[in-house]
């Protein structure tokens, strides 16, 4: 597990992604809010898989670390890039929103040029990690093994992103979250 990964990981699980009046997460209910209370040892600690009544849930914060591999140099050149515009979506004080479009105009332009980005979401689909992620990929999964990644640290689901950090990716390990993948064998009669 690579140091570095492992702490903008972790920063990326404490990032305060702003509060809304009108969303869900009252006065301690995000994500950002509980992680704020784990150091990055609680995280280590924790159950890389835990079930209760039969839910299996897979840590995120673990899950991260062992297929994601941190990549500060085209991190830093997307913010460079991001951060010519007047604009940033950072400075909306209400509750920080994605803007999936930048990731996927950079994607286009700088990472893989020859293919097209998409956005993908895990609050849209079953999955068993313990917090939604939300990542822009290009092309084939397995030929195209960099991503622009950003955690869902809200309450409600159409906001409360991190900022987006670059990853190479194991893609076996990190489109392994379906709850099928670590359920036991069960004996049969």
């Not at 006065?27 to 890389?48: A, S």
């Not at 950072?90 to 998409?118: C, L, Q, T, W």
């Not at 990644?149 to 900022?163: K, P, Q, S």
Request: proline share 2%; net charge negative; glycine share 4%.
């Amino acid at each position: 597990m690579n140091q570095e990964t492992k702490q903008v990981i972790y920063n990326m699980m404490i990032e305060n992604t702003g509060t809304h009046f009108l969303d869900s997460g009252g006065e301690d209910g995000r994500h950002w809010q509980q992680n704020q209370k784990k150091t990055l040892k609680d995280f280590e600690n924790e159950e890389y898989i835990s079930k209760d009544d039969d839910i299996i849930t897979k840590s995120l914060f673990h899950h991260l670390n062992e297929s994601c591999t941190y990549l500060p140099d085209i991190t830093k050149q997307f913010n460079d890039w991001i951060n010519e515009d007047k604009y940033h979506w950072i400075d909306n004080k209400n509750g920080r929103s994605h803007i999936i479009a930048d990731a996927e105009d950079f994607m286009n332009e700088f990472v893989y040029p020859d293919e097209e980005a998409k956005c993908t979401y895990t609050y849209n689909f079953d999955n068993c990690l313990s917090q939604d992620i939300q990542w822009i990929s290009s092309g084939d999964l397995y030929q195209n093994d960099i991503i622009a990644l950003c955690v869902h640290n809200g309450a409600d689901a159409r906001g409360g992103m991190t900022n987006y950090k670059f990853f190479k990716i194991d893609p076996d390990m990190f489109y392994m979250i379906d709850e099928e993948y670590f359920r036991e064998d069960e004996e049969v009669a």
